[in-house]
């Protein structure tokens, strides 16, 4: 007895579901640059700064994981971090600036010889501020905000959040200098 002719899958020859409509335009706006404006140039070391802000600003209240953080963002961390996806100082700064197209170290002693050094008089958005290490590399990074501030990942237990550097007891008499990144 012959074996009856194979069924066919439906699914198997179905048209692909459609996709529903973007009701997003380019023209319309909806809090994202417009595309008929110059591009930002992430060259520019003042648009840079902006851009490698914008990105750290995105990750407030993400956790601190020492040895977290990488250019894609928040990552395991390693030893006392292994347990928490996260940042440490300098995984958050990484990230941020490599979001301005600048690649850095994941180590904060090493990003302290990455960029022009410029005095705290001088200090522009986005600009890496260090801290501690005494005459060694510096133990501690943020990226200034402007006015004092700087956000950063302080340490296990606290999450990345901004603080008022340059009237803090604690951090101002640990500066270090810093470093424009580019």
């Known amino acids: 007895m012959p074996s009856p002719p194979p069924t066919e ?7 692909p579901a459609a996709k529903p409509a ?10 994202a640059k417009s595309d008929h404006g110059p591009k930002p140039d992430r060259r520019d070391p003042h648009n840079s700064g902006e ?3 914008a990105a750290a600003l995105d990750q407030l209240g993400t956790p601190f ?11 395991r961390g ?7 996806t996260g940042f440490d100082c300098s995984g958050l700064t990484l990230y941020a600036w490599s979001k301005a197209g600048v690649k850095l170290g994941h180590y904060t002693g090493t990003q302290f010889r990455q960029g022009r050094r410029v005095p705290v008089t001088a200090l522009r ?8 290490g005494g005459t060694g590399d510096p133990t501690h990074v943020g990226l200034y905000l402007g006015d004092g501030i700087m956000i ?11 603080t008022s550097f340059l009237n803090s007891p604690h951090y101002r008499p640990r500066y270090r200098g810093a ?3 580019g």
């Open 152 to 162: 950063h990942a302080p340490k296990t237990g606290d999450v990345v959040r901004k």
């Open 65 to 75: 994981s020492w040895g977290g953080g990488s250019s894609a963002g928040p990552t």
């Open 51 to 53: 851009i490698a802000i």
């Open 125 to 132: 958005k986005g600009d890496l501020v260090f801290f501690g």
């Open 179 to 181: 470093v424009r990144p």
């Open 78 to 84: 390693i030893g006392r971090g292994s347990g928490t």
């Open 22 to 31: 973007d009701t997003k335009t380019d023209n319309q706006d909806h809090g």
């Open 9 to 15: 899958n439906p699914r198997r020859h179905a048209p």
